[in-house]
């Protein structure tokens, strides 16, 4: 029982340093391994299976709105790049370079996609000609290399494995239809699947995609009260059709230009998880992306008849769920401690003493709630708890960012707000971005996006005292 204890003890609480509690988990529950590589991340196979379930469940809901899955090249010739001018100085600062191929020097560098508009333009400038070639819905899952100063695993690395949406569009009004469209997936794809609710928005001018007409968002709040934005849709207008002459004709026959979209969402919603549902004994995974969702633990497995008990329940269990039978000679208190770390959301016991009443032993990961209930009955129990988690597990996240969700009138109001209890914070804004700035360069907050759904705090911007525009949510951020 000593190395039970231990196993737990390593974790650092939550409460005494966030920061060093998610490495913890990350590194404990076994999802990442630090590379040889500065800020790269080897994502090990209980950590890849969660981006595994993440893809599947969002690749079947891009594929149900019409969208096929291609795939672009790694590397994009700077003359590519260049073609539009606000989305290459955006990513200017991230950009890596292969500027040799084996020992000759290359007559024009190769940047390593940050992300892949400009190959998407360029292939959409070749291959639409027609209104007939309209609407291109593509999607491509792929990695994407940033060159980041500061990285965290999941967070913020610099190579990233990611969906990147891209459509092109006949009109304005389709390819806004799309942009809101793709977030709603997202949103409804976090609050189903990952348990994590989400504000909707639209970003400020100062925080939209470089090169965008308009970037919409979907903000969630991590348990420590700061934001994390967890997918974006991007309107690019006509703005990248004409840097990249991709234009079509019309049923008129007269020749126009494509309207735009791209969408994306990364293994950064990994971390997320991590930091919305975990607690001090480790991952606490929502039952539609756990790779486990229930864990069968031999009690007395050398007795006669245990283990043929739980493998009999392993399979009868395989059939509604994700399962997996741990008769390792390891303790039950260590098998215990090491499932509860990975965030299992059912454990099973079973014992001699079970098995002589017909019994088992369901224990929850998000409440510990022990439940004793009839091998008869089992894949319906076990089916009803697996829903019941799910539900509870948004349930508690929602009431987690209600209750770190507050208003502010004035600056000072803010910065006392922003410094002692750190979440979500509702204010009105003037739109002017000297404001934005100035509450990012007093505070550390920024804006995370302006709500589809507005509330009058005040008349009054809570920076200048202006007549406020918006209400906009603010907060701290990964």
């Known amino acids: 029982m000593a190395n039970d204890k231990k196993l737990v003890e390593e974790i650092t609480s939550m409460n005494v340093d966030f920061a060093q509690w998610y490495t913890d988990v990350v590194k404990k529950a076994e999802l990442v391994e630090y590379s040889s590589v500065r800020g790269c991340m080897i994502i090990r196979p209980y950590g890849y299976a969660i981006w595994e379930n993440i893809q599947k469940d969002l690749d ?16 994009i010739p700077e003359s590519l790049l260049q073609k539009e001018k606000e989305h290459v100085e955006g990513f200017a600062p991230e950009v890596a370079w292969v500027t040799h191929g084996g020992a000759e020097k290359l007559t024009e560098k190769l940047c390593v996609r940050p992300t892949s508009e400009t190959l998407f333009c360029d292939h ?7 209104y007939r070639d309209l609407p291109k819905l593509y999607n491509q899952w792929c990695s994407v290399v940033r060159w980041e100063k500061t990285t965290r695993p999941f967070l913020r690395t610099m190579e990233f494995l990611w969906q990147e949406g891209h459509t092109a569009h006949a009109t304005a009004e389709e390819a806004q239809e ?7 997936v997202y949103a409804n794809f976090c609050e189903e699947v990952l348990a994590i609710p989400v504000v909707k928005g639209r970003k400020t001018d100062k925080e939209k995609f470089a090169g965008a007409k308009a970037t919409y968002t979907i903000e969630s709040l991590m348990h420590d009260g700061k934001a994390l934005q967890s997918g974006t849709s991007h309107n690019f207008g006509d703005g990248f059709a004409h840097a990249f002459d991709i234009q079509y004709t019309d049923k008129d026959n007269q020749l126009k230009y494509v309207h735009q979209t791209s969408w994306g969402m990364t293994t950064r919603m990994i971390g997320a998880l991590i930091m919305v549902h975990g607690d001090d004994s480790g991952l606490v995974l929502p039952p539609m992306v756990a790779p486990l969702q229930v864990v069968v633990i031999p009690i007395a497995q050398h007795k006669e008849g245990v283990l043929e008990k739980a493998n009999e329940i392993k399979e009868r269990l395989s059939r509604i769920a994700r399962v997996k039978i741990d008769d390792s000679d390891k303790m039950p208190g260590w098998k215990f401690s090491e499932y509860e770390m990975k965030g299992v959301p059912v454990r099973l016991e079973i014992g001699p003493k079970d098995i002589e009443k017909n019994q088992a032993v369901l224990v929850r990961r998000d409440s510990r709630e022990k439940l004793i209930v009839s091998l008869d009955e089992l894949e319906e129990k076990v089916t009803e708890l697996l829903k019941d988690i799910q ?26 707000t922003i410094n002692e209890t750190p979440g979500f914070i509702k204010a009105m804004w003037c739109g002017d971005q000297k404001c934005e700035d100035m509450i990012k360069e007093k505070t550390g907050a920024t804006s995370r996006c302006i709500p589809f759904e507005q509330e009058n705090i005040s008349d009054k911007c809570v920076c200048c005292g202006g007549k406020a525009e918006k209400m906009v949510f603010w907060g701290k951020a990964y």
């Open 60 to 75: 079947a809901r891009f594929k149900a709105t019409g969208h096929e899955n291609v795939y672009m090249p790694m590397f």
């Open 178 to 184: 799309e942009t809101i469209k793709m977030l709603n």
């Open 124 to 130: 959409y400038a070749n291959i639409i000609h027609s």
């Open 391 to 416: 539900k509870g597990l948004l349930e508690k996240a929602r009431a987690l960012r209600d209750s770190k969700t507050y208003r502010a009138v004035t600056l000072d109001e803010f910065e006392k």
